[in-house]
């Protein structure tokens, strides 16, 4: 009996405890492990339907599982800084475990692989994005003249443009894009700021932090780049407008850049037809905009 209520227990903790499963998404990375001896896996089609029937077996037993986007690369310079044996379950245990706090991450809600791979390797896209805007927003400094830091300055500046472009917004959904061009690539941040059943509106955190440092890194350091919105609401057309940025702040653009922008093919040229029921336009004005201008750096 009593052994029967400690199993029972047990059961019971089982189904509480959370669990990470380090996922390689793409065929590269799946040959990139095969060089493990205890990497016993040979086919990555039949490594991601283990994975897939591993996650519902877990779902059906009532436990909540994240997945992590798993890089060989990462892990063989973690083993090497740890001084763990790379070709050791229990060294691919404990990055998983590091990968649940620090790494890109997506729950297991039941959707099928197919789907929750792109979700993953879009988180991944976002942390990658945000960490290296960060990282550039750090390395401008103070300003010459006045000692400021330049960057934390235009973040706060960021988070005020962003607050006044949402209270701006007519209500409803909104879909933001900010695109940043940096010496080595172009930064694309993406944003959604929807209304709640009372009228408030909701923003995912990580969303709005990557989206502001992005931001903040095309003002500060005066980059070429551009803010689009796109505002959706039962029985009304869609609305899209943006701005440049410009100086320290942005400036609108008009109802024929943005229909420019929307119906040019970024990588060809070429025109794209235009979406029925869509109002191409020049933004609101922004409430309480600052001056353009800031610090000469």
């Not at 990462?74 to 090497?80: I, K, L, Q, R, S």
């Not at 044996?85 to 729950?107: C, I, K, N, Y």
Request: with cysteine.
């Amino acid at each position: 009996m009593a052994n029967t209520g400690y199993s029972t227990m047990r059961r019971v903790l089982r189904r509480e405890i959370a669990g990470t499963i380090g996922l390689l998404t793409d065929e590269h990375d799946f040959r990139a492990m095969r060089r493990y001896r205890t990497f016993t896996f040979d086919n990555h089609k039949a490594y991601l339907r283990e994975v897939e029937a591993l996650l519902k077996s877990l779902a059906a037993q009532g436990n909540h599982t994240t997945v992590a986007l798993f890089d060989p690369e990462e892990y063989a310079e973690f083993c090497t800084a740890a001084d763990l044996d790379p070709d050791a379950p229990s060294s691919r245990t404990r990055f998983t475990a590091e990968l649940a706090t620090t790494g890109p991450t997506v729950p297991y809600d039941g959707q099928p692989l197919a789907e929750l791979v792109p979700d993953l390797v879009d988180e991944a896209v976002r942390q990658a994005t945000w960490e290296y805007a960060a990282t550039l927003l750090a390395r401008i400094g103070a300003c010459a003249s006045c000692g400021e830091d330049i960057g934390r300055a235009a973040f706060a500046r960021a988070s005020n443009l962003l607050v006044r472009i949402i209270d701006t917004a007519p209500p409803g959904n909104r879909h933001l894009v900010c695109s940043v061009t940096t010496p080595a690539e172009t930064l694309v941040a993406v944003l959604h700021a929807d209304d709640d059943s009372e009228g408030a509106t909701e923003l995912d955190e990580a969303e709005a932090l990557e989206f502001t440092t992005v931001l903040a890194l095309g003002l500060a350091s005066q980059s070429p780049g551009g803010l689009v919105m796109r505002t959706t609401a039962p029985d009304t057309t869609d609305r899209i407008y943006g701005w440049r940025l410009r100086g320290n702040g942005v400036e609108p653009l008009t109802a024929g850049e943005v229909f420019d922008a929307y119906c040019t093919d970024a990588e060809s040229g070429d025109l794209i037809a235009p979406e029925s029921d869509v109002d191409y336009s020049t933004p609101p004005d922004l409430v309480g905009e600052e001056p353009t201008t800031g610090h000469a750096h």
